[in-house]
């Protein structure tokens, strides 16, 4: 078990991005770096990133470079949307999820990060979310 938002977390996804040939197929011809930060974490605030360039895709940790997108939650929200408790729509509506940056480039990226669902499905299994 690996715990969720850890640095062996953020290795367990890099890894099962890095070879995942749905995301590379998703991600021709874009390019968007997306940050993710969550607050008040236990071990404080966690920033790690999904990088997307000419077909590559890497997650890992820090914000991207370029950061073109980057979404702010509680540790709270990022674990009950983990989980499934908490809708991310929802989180999104009621401000729970803040978004910052190019709107119509996360848009373009939809169907990278709908395959990134799979990815996460993969290590969520293995995922300690402390709950």
Known sequence: MVKYLS??????????????????QHAAGLNVGITQVVTDCPDGTVTYHL????????????????????????????VGVATGTINAQNAFISGQIRLYGDRMLLLEAQGVLGALNGVFDQV???????V
């Open 51 to 78: 990088q997307v360039r000419a077909g590559e895709v890497a997650f890992g940790v820090g914000p991207a470079d370029p950061e073109h997108v980057r979404f702010e939650q509680s540790w709270d929200t990022a």
């Open 7 to 24: 640095l062996d977390w953020i290795d367990s996804l890099s890894t099962v991005v890095a070879a995942d040939d749905n995301l590379k």
């Open 124 to 130: 969520r299994a293995d995922t300690d979310y402390g």
